[in-house]
């Protein structure tokens, strides 16, 4: 069974600041490998990168899941 919960699948948080309970940006450029190590394995289609805030024009702000596979992709669109 596929689960949609949030606190189940998000095992760290990197936020820009400070913020309770997550993991400051910065402390992956002081990262020897331990905290992200080269070996993953996910799907890039499904896994989430990216969870920006609508503005809520047309209701309240909702989180966008943004996969690894469309960061790329828009990437790639801009060349």
């Known amino acids: 069974m596929e689960t949609d919960c949030f606190d189940v699948c998000v095992q760290k948080m990197f936020v820009y600041g400070e ?3 997550c993991v400051p940006f910065s ?3 002081e990262d020897d490998g331990l905290e992200c190590p080269l070996s ?4 890039p289609r499904q896994q989430v990168a990216l969870l920006p805030y609508s ?3 047309t209701g ?7 996969s690894h ?3 790329v992709a828009n990437s790639v669109q801009t060349e």
């Open 55 to 57: 503005s809520g024009t």
């Open 69 to 71: 596979y469309c960061q």
């Open 19 to 21: 913020e309770p309970g």
């Open 27 to 29: 402390s992956l450029l």
């Open 40 to 43: 993953v394995n996910f799907d």
């Open 60 to 66: 309240m702000p909702k989180g966008v899941m943004l």
